[in-house]
């Protein structure tokens, strides 16, 4: 064999390991980056690393921008651009999301999403084009799943499903709806009235889906009729798809009022049927508080850091204060340094060391 030879193989098998190296890390999510929003409605906590004896980095809040770059453990490795941070921040599987570009079923479960709807992308590449994600319902604690694949927990009226969607119909920009807070009739169950069970079917004559019971009342949309067949829709979010034969009735005029009212609320939060009150505008005073800093606990204490001052990470990053960084204060003054939660934007806090001498009064 001539040495040309052995050089074009040897060059070959470079290759091949390159492009097994690159599969695997595209398989981890690490291939190329992705645009993605944090989807879980809590704050959600980073981290310095994927390892579980990590540190906590700080917080991001729900629908805050971010860049993915790679899966490691349970934890993805992200940017958020526009922070000013070089140092890598670390976020649970869970928490990171995508608007869905078309209403589809998430496959494996019996949920399905809307168009514009927010789910939470555990994995990039689960295989065929696809993603797993995370799906959470809110449909009433009466209900009983007798489908339940793909379901993680049912608790409370509250259930947390894990799927694939495709991929290519992720993405990380709201699609624009025609009137995501439009009038739908809504129904519900007449299970109050007559003390019966209600079975719900996959399709008429189908398996059974799911079960109500007596007494409990849950809204539905009724899609059409079929003979003697309602299909309905039942959730406000994700939902479920099925079949019954029970009988529906109409709100009455005081839950009519009701829906008005949760109606005019919405439309209050403009056209984005995923925006909560917590990322609006901030006012003046304490109310010019990052929404990032804002909290439960009356005791929290608030203050800006001198503008200039040096913020120390607990990743290690030395960064200059920029004028109106709000801080919360996490722990006392030792050698002079006091712990925070700094405000770098009005979604991202991270904790940093600063000195006591650089902590101002806040308006």
Known sequence: MSMESVRVRIAWVLVWLAALEASAAFAQGGASPVSRVVCQLEPSALWTGPESHAQRAGVALYQTAVTRF?????????????????????ISHDALGAYALEGARVRGTSVSVRRGGLVCVQHEDAGEGRAQVL??????????????????????????????????????D???????????????????????????????GGTRLLTVSAGTTVSVTRIRQEGGWS???????????????????????RERARQAQVAALAAQLGSSPNARF???PAGSGAAATPAVLRGGDASQVIRLV?????LRTVGGE????SAGVYVRLVSAASNGQTRVLAALSRSVALY????????????
Request: charged residues 25%; glycine residues 14%.
């Open 70 to 90: 790679e899966e490691g453990g349970e934890r993805s490795r992200i940017e958020v651009p526009g922070l000013g941070v070089r140092g890598p921040l670390w």
């Open 231 to 253: 299909a309905i829709r039942i959730g406000d979010g994700p939902f479920v798809l099925g079949f019954t034969q029970a009988t529906l009735v109409g709100l009455s005029e």
């Open 278 to 280: 917590e990322n609006g």
């Open 352 to 363: 940093a060391d600063v000195s006591a001498v650089d902590l101002l009064d806040a308006p």
């Open 306 to 310: 001198r503008t200039g001052a040096t």
């Open 174 to 204: 709201e699609p624009t709806l025609e009137d995501p807070h439009a009038s739908i009739p809504v129904e519900h169950f007449a299970t109050a009235a007559d003390g019966r069970t209600v079975e719900v079917f996959t399709a008429p």
């Open 318 to 321: 030395v960064l200059r204060a």
């Open 135 to 172: 799906v959470r319902t809110e449909l009433g604690a009466g209900i009983r799943f007798e489908a339940t694949g793909g379901l993680l927990e049912d608790r409370d009226g509250q259930q947390r499903w894990t799927g694939t969607y495709p991929r290519s119909g992720l993405s990380a």
